[in-house]
């Protein structure tokens, strides 16, 4: 049983990618609003996989990011960007981020992703 991180500072958002990933069988989820809540919640909730946004208040995703690999080396983060944010989304990778979707999303691409990081048994 996996469990995912989702944090994107619209409820929205991570309401649809729950529900994408639910159909494609993945049930564990955790959300956080913001990168600060995601440190917070990386600490407590140890997930498989981190879903984050790059824009968000108080903390963005790429400073969430580094926090987290620095607290975790071997962490599994999706970045998700809109268009137009191509350099912080190569910050992202550099700075450890496995992947990156950009939004809008279709939802078979954040499920192809999930489903290479975090394979579901056969």
Sequence with gaps: MYKILLVDDAGFM????KNNLTKAGY????EGEDGQRAIELYQQEKPD???MDITMPNVNGIQALAEIKKLDPSAKVVMC???GQESMVMDAISLGAM????KPFKQDRIVQTVSKILPLGN
Excluded: E, G, H, P
């Design 49 to 51: 996989l981190v879903i």
């Design 27 to 30: 049930t564990s989820f955790v």
């Design 14 to 17: 991570r309401m649809m990618i």
């Design 81 to 83: 960007s809109a268009m």
């Design 99 to 102: 992947d990156f979707i950009v």
